[in-house]
T-cell receptor, first 114, second 113 residues
């Protein structure tokens, strides 16, 4: 069974500040991990994915995430927040066969203050 | 390359009615998954179709059903609508192979009154 925990349903940062969104996973097999972003009334857009290659994954819009097996974590970071980063972010886990559904965390709403 | 298209974008139905939602995946993708998103339950997996066969199923009642056609387009049907079925229904398209990367449509916002 797989599960994802996102710590903090709301995160607020100032424009230009570091963004850190936390994700911890539980999986009985080596997982694939994803971060998605959702803007209001929109679908989900893939930011980045970890598929057992490099543990530091770079994504779109300046985001990156590091897979830490010992901590079962896959936290999302961005060095400098922009106003346009305000959205809801979802961490998701999948098994490596790709034949199971994504299991999503509950989401973290990011607010960026001017 | 066209993205995932879901129709309609918005829908209002009355309790007890049934509804059909449509999803056209990215060209060449054989897997279509459906998710329900609500403020209380978050994103929950409904089912996945791969090459016209249901490959995975979530924990939803039988009122929720789906199908996939030979061109990979998929439909989702909800019968005997309940107020609690009000949600954003998202469709995701993927190749279905490993590693998988799902591309989401913009969703259909269903309101049951």
């Amino acid at each position: 069974a797989q599960s994802v925990t996102q710590l903090g349903s709301h995160v607020s940062v100032s424009e230009g500040a570091l963004v850190l969104l936390r994700c911890n996973y539980s999986s009985s097999v080596p997982p694939y991990l994803f971060w998605y972003v959702q803007y209001p009334n929109q679908g989900l857009q893939l930011l980045l994915k970890y598929t057992s290659a490099a543990t530091l994954v770079k994504g779109i819009n300046g985001f990156e995430a590091e897979f830490k097996k010992s901590e079962t974590s896959f936290h999302l970071t961005k060095p400098s927040a922009h106003m346009s980063d305000a959205a809801e972010y979802f961490c998701a886990v999948s098994d490596p066969t790709g034949r199971r559904a994504l299991t999503f965390g509950s989401g973290t709403r990011l607010q960026v203050q001017p | 390359k066209a993205g995932v298209t879901q129709t309609p974008r918005y829908l209002i139905k009355t309790r007890g009615q049934q509804v059909t939602l449509s999803c056209s995946p990215i060209s060449g993708h054989r897997s279509v998954s459906w998710y329900q998103q609500t403020p209380g339950q978050g994103l929950q997996f409904l089912f996945e179709y791969f090459s016209e066969t249901q490959r995975n199923k979530g924990n939803f009642p039988g009122r929720f059903s789906g199908r996939q056609f030979s061109n990979s387009r998929s439909e989702m049907n909800v019968s005997t609508l309940e107020l609690g079925d009000s949600a954003l229904y998202l469709c995701a398209s993927s190749s279905g192979d490993s590693p998988t990367e799902a591309f989401f449509g913009q969703g259909t916002r269903l309101t049951v009154v």
